[in-house]
């Protein structure tokens, strides 16, 4: 079966700059969903939280690396829409602590109908929306 994966830019941030100790536990699980012939997710919030760094440093290679890395694995992107924009609102409604950021993630995960959000935001593990895999219990 075909599994939808979204993936939250911290596990991204792990991978592609090599920081260990998610590095490992990021790069088995984007394996195994391989190995699975799920699909990648992931969208225009991520970008925007990934390339700061790089931007800041000037390191295009780094810029080039994240885009290459998003195409080889022929990712999905999920655009921020009204219906995800409103999603999103709905969850912070519901859980009053979780960031902007990360409640536009869910809603585009949710938009995308994916299956599985992976993140290393350990609050976000109260989502019952979608089937969060947290880093730290991996």
Do not use: H, W
């Not at 592609?16 to 997710?41: H, N, R, T, W």
């Not at 800041?56 to 990712?75: H, M």
């Not at 938009?111 to 979608?130: A, G, R, Y």
């Amino acid at each position: 079966m075909i599994k939808r994966v979204f993936i939250d830019t911290n596990p991204l941030i792990y991978l592609l700059g090599q920081k260990e100790p998610f590095c490992s536990k990021v790069l088995k699980f984007m394996s195994d969903c391989i190995a699975d012939g799920s699909e990648f997710y992931t969208s225009t919030i991520t970008d925007v939280e990934y390339l700061v760094k790089p931007l800041e440093n000037n390191d295009l290679d780094q810029i080039e690396k994240y885009r290459d890395y998003l195409k080889k694995l022929e990712f999905v992107k999920c655009f921020i829409s009204e219906q995800i924009a409103e999603r999103a609102a709905k969850i912070r409604a519901k859980y009053t602590d979780i960031k902007l950021a990360d409640a536009l993630q869910i809603a585009a995960s949710l938009d995308c109908n994916c299956d599985v959000f992976l993140t290393n935001d350990k609050q976000l593990k109260q989502i019952t929306e979608v089937d969060v895999v947290y880093l730290g219990d991996l």
